[in-house]
């Protein structure tokens, strides 16, 4: 059985940084991709980045591009997402998610993620 824990959310002012990680349990992750997905109560869950299983391949939502960075640390079954200059007013809490099939999370495709975990919240004050 495998699960994923995210933490490293907060509250922080606009313009902050924060560093969400994501640790996955129960079995090794090496082959699968990572994404980081966020949603806001009443919103659709919404897609932020992912990665490929290799490092090879990543991709961004417009609205972080520049500001976000995905990483990925096989040796500790873990994914990071590196959210710099915040914006304010936003209050998503924020998911990450494991799928063999890259283009599952890069796509976005939420209805068809392996793997979910049960997200951390970020405040983001102006």
């Known amino acids: 059985q495998v699960q994923l824990v995210e933490s490293g959310g907060g509250a922080v002012q606009a313009g902050e940084s924060l560093r969400l990680s994501c640790a996955a349990s129960g079995r090794p992750l090496n082959a699968y991709s990572w994404g980081w997905f966020r949603q806001t109560p009443g919103k659709e869950r919404e897609f932020v980045a992912a990665i490929s299983d290799r490092d090879s391949l990543t991709r961004y939502a417009d609205s972080v591009k520049g500001r976000f960075a995905v990483a990925r640390d096989n040796t500790k079954n873990t994914a990071y997402l590196q959210m710099n200059n915040l914006e304010s007013g936003a209050t998503p809490k924020h998911y990450c998610?494991?799928?063999?099939?890259?283009?599952?999370?890069?796509?976005?495709?939420?209805?068809?993620?392996?793997?979910w975990g049960r997200g951390t919240q970020v405040t983001v004050a102006s």
């Open positions: 998610s494991a799928d063999l099939n890259y283009l599952t999370n890069a796509r976005g495709a939420t209805d068809r993620v392996q793997y």
